[in-house]
């Protein structure tokens, strides 16, 4: 156990989950020294200087706490304190059953708290290679997008080498260039959701030909190429380019994103055959993101793709879509259950790079990170969280808790993975008698109970 220090803990990085980290560990009482590269270097994939700037989408997804194990997440992170999860709320914008937030405003929201915090120290600097010796407690949070340097420096260190994988970026449209002559507002099924009306998205129809020329357009569309030492980079599933989706085959988009399900077209009257959504990216309603349409097609090809998509004919681009390559560690050989390198437990590892993948899943290995942190800087055992619990679920995914296979099965076995109901221990003696319709809810009521006694407090209004 490690004694009481006065000494500062390092947080490298300053995305969603190095801020999360920051934060838990300054509520706890401890100092932070948050190192955050940028502008001193500048990644492909960021647009800002801004901590915790959302690269991608700018939807947390569903914020269904009894039915969605992303939602729940939520829930389980508020009852935690959450920096990310009280700025998401502060700064939502309408997105059906979804949390979604104004990602310039989300952002500013992040950044004034912590700057505003006594106790964090914000450095715009690069920590090129492994940390100063005498940092004795270091968070690395440094995201998909590693510098070179350090990430070689780990992997010198380790003897192992990450993986990788490529993740996508959507393109934003200028709303008021959007034809809803063409186009309507409507959420699947008219779901309400935070900040939304039930009419949240706006949905550009297509009918079958259309739908086949686009889908023609798709594959023909000239891509980003490869460099020969990316090339037998995988994606990862769960965000993959829509033209890699097409490859798959012909139908494969019209039941993914561009399902038409839950929807019908108030110009027709008819439900479409397939339909590209957009979602609201900013408070003022201005920009919006299309949905599951992250792509690797050139900048010239895309404008002319999606411009043959019904009610885009005219549509200006604030950002067009991207592709690049993120990488993350083979955790379950390299961390041990308090997120610690086994080489260097005077590091810590948190975020994307430990091989959770989204927003939400990210910022919350962040909390646990500065959670684990503070408890030693106190002296304390790092107890974590349930397996029962949605943090606990994700811990046991990148340290190997639920998949005793992986050590023997190789760094393959190891892959980027959403919170999903899958990851949690099944219900006592009696849940398989409950219909599946029940099993989800009772799992989430489980979940809350087992987190309020691990924080150790009494068990909250689950919906707060």
């Known amino acids: 156990m490690a004694n009481p220090s006065p000494l500062p803990v390092h947080v490298i990085g300053g995305g969603l989950a190095g801020s999360e980290a920051a934060w838990q560990l300054a509520r706890a ?83 004034q708290r912590l700057l505003a915090e006594p106790l964090v120290e914000l450095c715009r600097e690069e920590i090129a290679g492994l940390p100063p010796a005498d940092w004795d407690s270091v968070i690395v949070a440094t995201g998909p997008l590693t510098s070179p340097a350090l990430a070689a420096a780990v992997r010198g260190l380790t003897g192992a080498e990450s993986l990788a994988f490529f993740d996508a970026i959507a393109p934003i449209v200028h709303r008021e260039t959007v034809d809803m002559g063409k186009a309507w507002f409507q959420s699947r099924y008219d779901k309400v959701g935070p900040g939304g009306d039930g009419a949240d998205y706006i949905n550009c129809p297509l009918d079958r030909a259309q739908y086949e020329t686009f889908i023609a357009a798709l594959l023909a569309g000239d891509k980003t ?55 609201q990216d900013n ?55 308090a997120l610690r390198l086994k080489a260097m437990p005077r590091l810590r590892f948190a975020g994307q790079v430990t091989g959770v993948e989204g927003y939400v899943e990210s910022a919350a290995i962040g909390l646990l990170a500065g959670r684990f942190a503070a408890a030693e800087r106190a002296g304390r055992e790092a107890a974590p969280p349930p397996a029962t619990t949605a943090l606990g679920a994700l811990l046991n995914h990148i340290t190997g808790g639920h998949i005793g296979q992986a050590i023997e099965a190789g760094p393959r076995s190891f892959q980027p993975m959403n919170v999903n109901f899958g990851l949690f221990p099944p219900l006592a003696a009696g849940g398989s008698r409950l219909r599946k319709a029940e099993r989800k809810p009772a799992m989430a009521e489980r979940a809350l109970a087992d987190l309020a006694a691990w924080l150790g407090a009494p068990a909250a209004n689950a919906a707060a």
């Open 283 to 337: 408070a003022l309603g201005t920009l919006y993101n299309l949905v599951g349409f992250q792509t690797k097609l050139k900048h010239g090809e895309q404008v002319r793709i999606f411009r043959s998509i019904p009610g885009l004919e005219q549509a200006e681009f604030a950002r067009l879509g991207g592709l690049h390559r993120n990488t993350y560690l083979d955790s379950p050989r390299l961390l041990d259950r």
């Open 29 to 111: 009482g401890v100092g932070v020294v948050l190192h955050e590269m940028r502008p001193v270097r500048r990644t492909d994939a960021h647009q800002t200087d801004s901590l915790a700037e959302l690269v991608c989408s700018n939807s947390f997804r569903s914020d269904d706490w009894q039915h969605n194990a992303v939602g729940l997440l939520h829930a389980e992170m508020r009852r935690c304190g959450s920096l990310i999860l009280m700025a998401a709320d502060a700064h939502k914008v309408p997105a059906g059953g979804a949390l979604a937030v104004d990602r310039l405003g989300f952002a500013a929201e992040v950044q």
């Open 225 to 279: 190429r490869f460099k020969d030492w990316e090339k037998d980079t995988p994606y990862f599933e769960g965000c993959l380019p829509i033209e890699v989706m097409a490859e798959r085959g012909p139908e494969t988009l019209r039941f993914g994103p561009m399902k038409p399900v839950g929807l019908s077209d108030p110009h027709t009257g008819r439900r479409p055959y397939a339909v590209v959504q957009l979602r």
